[in-house]
């Protein structure tokens, strides 16, 4: 795949490219520069081959001073690139659910918590409440998650009612605002029925619950899909761990 670094002005472009799964993808200078940045933890480093943090970030269509949360943010990979990418003026919100806090291995989420404390990410803010309480202090321009909606439907993540959350993440963004959904694919039609014992969901399920919330579907990207994932394993099997089939979808709330 071939990349071409542009600024600012090519954002617009973006998304489009991207949807149509070119084989050219512009990619503002600014996100080029974040995912450079040979200050990011190693282990995270090590998994831009798979997650091609660049060129999902050019897809979603972050900029220089946006406002964004990044839901379920785990160890902060992608929170570390946002703070990057928005800059100082910019504002980047990691949420930690309540439910994933009470239920996970603090290592899972000790790099987020680590952020607040490293005068390197001054802009980012993170916040811990119920998931279903999802809120942000000032209107966001976009909210992005990769990997987490379909544990929304898990045990360890209960109580959530996943259609209050998706008003919620409504409610917080500004009219044409972004939400940018990642996760692994399961069976098509299979529904919910493998978010348990998989961690996967059909992608059809996922459109149908955002676009309920009045969402809007603008576009989707198949930069990290994988053809060769048989949708039947465990995404934490090693035959297919981080080369699993996943799907971009970018929804926009109506302005």
Known sequence: MKIVLTGVCSLCMVGFALARADSTVNVPIE???????????????????????????????????????????????????FSSVVGPKGRVYAFL????????????????????????????????????????????????????????????????????????????????????VIDHIAERGSGLRDTEKLHRIDSETIRSEVMAAGFVLEAQSDLLRNPKDSHLLPVFDPAIRHKTDQIVLKFRKPG
């Open 31 to 81: 996100v080029a520069e974040a995912v450079a940045d040979t200050a990011r933890p190693p282990a995270q480093i090590a998994l831009d081959e798979w997650r091609k943090p660049a060129e999902v970030i050019a897809f979603s269509g972050l900029k220089r001073g946006d406002r964004i949360a990044d839901f379920m943010s785990g160890n902060g990979y992608f929170t570390r690139l």
């Open 97 to 180: 659910p309540m439910q994933e806090l009470a239920n996970c291995a603090p290592e899972e989420t000790a790099g987020t918590k680590a952020l607040e404390r490293d005068p390197r990410y001054g802009n980012v803010r993170v916040t811990i409440e119920t998931s279903e309480r999802f809120s942000a202090p000032e209107a966001l321009d976009m909210v992005f998650t990769s990997q987490n909606y379909h544990d929304l439907h898990d045990k360890f993540m209960a109580p959530t009612d996943v259609a209050v959350l998706n008003a919620a993440i409504f409610r917080s963004l500004k009219p044409k605002g972004l939400f940018i």
